[in-house]
């Protein structure tokens, strides 16, 4: 049944494709030729250890006017405290902060293959032809970084996107367009049913939002991670169409989706998989092909959603799939269609760093390091670069934050709308440019909250 109602979702979406043709409604982009063409297996300047251009992805310096309104945009434990910034001389001193807060998990953003490639097609093209894809935006440089992030992937094809974000957009409206595409009359849709965890990303809970505005697309929320949920309500779902989708490490918690037990479930129900790989992809895997790959699952996903902007250093989102859904996100995708697309020299920084994060596999082995490290040093039971240290209230993170900005740190407290009120929390994200010294550096400053928080997991793991 299951795998009968896998290959349906490619009758259904040859059957989109084909309504699509005849109504003379297919697109597909006819890339630019930009000479010299550049090369897929470009060949790229990699090191086997961090060079000084590293720290550069993680220090970053405030002028002291800049630092003091942070400081006092957020409250401080005491009068007397704010009263002493006031009359620091930190507004004349530029001030070093060390970033715990990017999403350049490797550094790739300022190494100099990446810098190269940028500027030697700046020169070349300057930004390229402004245009979106279906114009003439589309050149051989975006077509080869499709190819090469489609083999990132293992999948046959890939489509650029403006950003991450636009990239959610782009395959909600085209799944969205399904229905009315399939439906003899219009009035007698095929209903989608989306599965969506709890805390997936806002540009999947607004693509949804979308979704659901333009179709009978019908929205079923899970618990986050909570297969048994899931499951039953896949179960108890009369609709034959369904897609579940989640992040495959989640942004703000920093934990992994159960993506063996989602694959053991899509054969069971047969549903379309699909993960926003944002934050996985170079980061997890042996080739850095993301979280599919780390789970030994790439080919049972079947849409992998992604960014440029995190691990990859540069720009943009892409998402890496089939030919046909590639088909019919060009044709109804309506944030890949509607906007313009990545400018040449962004396209070919990306298309180094790629090849630089597949082949310097010390960059994967070091961020992974660090987060040994920084669990060794806090106790805390972490499981990726991304760390939630959950303080409570909204006065309580800001008044961490700040205390760790004026201890040289940056690192964000994340408040509600972006997770739920009293779960405010500091957002650490480490780097594969941070040092071991990094991390102990900011686990002793971190060590009120680190060791409250390990009473209260003592405390909660007794219950
Ligand atoms: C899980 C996830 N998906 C998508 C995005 C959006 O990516 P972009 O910044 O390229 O729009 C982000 C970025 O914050 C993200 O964390």
New binding site residues.
């Given amino acids: 049944m299951s795998q009968l109602q896998l290959s349906q979702w490619d009758s259904w979406v040859d059957r989109a494709l084909s309504q699509l043709a005849s109504k003379r409604l297919l697109r597909s982009a006819r890339p630019i030729s930009l000479s010299p063409t550049p090369d897929l297996d470009v060949d790229v300047q990699t090191f086997d250890r961090p060079g000084p251009w590293d720290r550069s992805s993680v220090q970053v310096a405030l002028d002291g006017p800049t630092f003091r309104q942070w400081l006092s945009d957020l409250p401080s434990a005491s009068d007397a405290d704010a009263d002493a910034d006031s009359n620091s001389d930190s507004d004349t001193n530029p001030q070093k902060l060390l970033l715990f807060s990017g999403?350049d998990y490797l550094g790739l953003s300022s190494h100099p293959a990446v810098s190269q490639a940028a500027s030697k097609a700046a020169q070349a093209h300057g930004m390229g032809p402004r245009g979106s894809a279906l114009i003439s935006g589309y050149t051989n440089y975006h077509a080869l970084l499709e190819l090469s992030l489609a083999r990132l992937k293992q999948k046959d094809h890939c489509i650029l996107c403006p950003?991450?974000?636009?990239?959610?957009m782009a395959f909600l409206t085209a799944l969205a367009s399904i229905p009315s595409l399939l439906s003899p009359t219009p009035s007698a849709p095929h209903p989608i049913a989306i599965f969506s965890d709890q805390l997936n990303?806002a540009?999947?809970i607004d693509g949804i939002r979308l979704a659901e505005r333009q179709s009978h697309a019908k929205l079923f929320v899970y618990r986050h991670s909570d297969m048994l949920h899931l499951h039953s309500l896949l179960s108890t779902c009369s609709i034959t169409m369904k897609v579940v989708i989640t992040?495959s490490l989640?942004?703000m918690d920093g934990d992994f989706a159960p993506l063996t037990q989602l694959v053991e479930l899509r054969k069971k129900h047969g549903f379309l998989l699909a993960i926003?790989d944002?934050?996985a992809t170079l980061v997890c895997g042996e080739n850095g092909g993301g979280a599919g790959e780390y789970f030994g699952c790439e080919k049972d996903i079947d849409i992998c959603?992604g960014?440029?902007?995190?691990a990859v250093g540069c720009?943009?989102?892409f998402i890496a799939t089939s030919k046909r859904w590639k088909s019919l996100i060009q044709s109804r995708g309506r944030s890949f269609i509607f906007s313009t697309t990545i400018p040449v020299p962004v396209v070919a920084a990306s298309l180094a760093a790629i090849s630089v994060g597949r082949r310097e596999r010390w960059r994967r082995r070091a961020i992974w390091r660090r987060v040994q490290d920084f669990y060794s040093l806090s106790g805390l039971p972490i499981s990726s670069p991304i760390i939630s240290i959950i303080v409570g209230t909204e006065e309580a993170a800001l008044s961490a934050s700040r205390h760790l900005l004026k201890s040289g740190f940056h690192v964000t407290a994340i408040r509600p709308p972006t997770v739920a009120p009293n779960s405010c929390r500091l957002r650490i994200t480490l780097s594969a440019a941070h040092t071991v010294d990094d991390i102990k550096k900011l686990v002793a400053t971190l060590s009120p909250w680190i060791t409250t928080l390990n009473s209260n997991l003592l405390e909660f793991s007794k219950l």
């Fill in positions: 999403n950003t991450g974000f636009a990239a959610n990303h540009s999947i992040d989640f942004s926003d944002a934050h959603i960014t440029l902007s995190k720009h943009g989102g």
